[in-house]
């Protein structure tokens, strides 16, 4: 049986991931209100969504990610810096 701190620790863990990667996803993606759910798209969409998200976070500015994420949308300069960061290592 595990200690309750090796419990605690476990929970803040876990909780640790869901408020870095899911919540960002569910809010900035709406990734919970999705309706692809057929063949490997689920999966596929995912994956795109993670790596956007990763992209958006290396931006160095002060703004915010949802900021971030509509300007990407808006702005094709600001994409295209950006993706020009992006190392292919």
Not at 2 to 20: C, G, M, Q, S, Y
Not at 31 to 44: K, T
Not at 58 to 86: H, Y
């Amino acid at each position: 049986m595990p200690t309750p701190e090796t419990l605690l620790t476990t929970v803040r863990d876990h909780w640790a991931i869901e408020n870095a990667l899911h919540w960002h996803l569910d809010v900035s993606f709406r990734e919970d209100a999705a309706r692809n759910r057929s063949d490997n798209a689920p999966a596929n969409i995912a994956v795109l969504r993670r790596r956007a998200l990763d992209v958006v976070r290396r931006d160095p500015s002060k703004t915010s990610l949802s900021i971030k994420l509509k300007r990407v949308g808006w702005d094709d300069n600001f994409l295209r810096q950006l993706l020009d960061n992006i190392s292919m290592s």
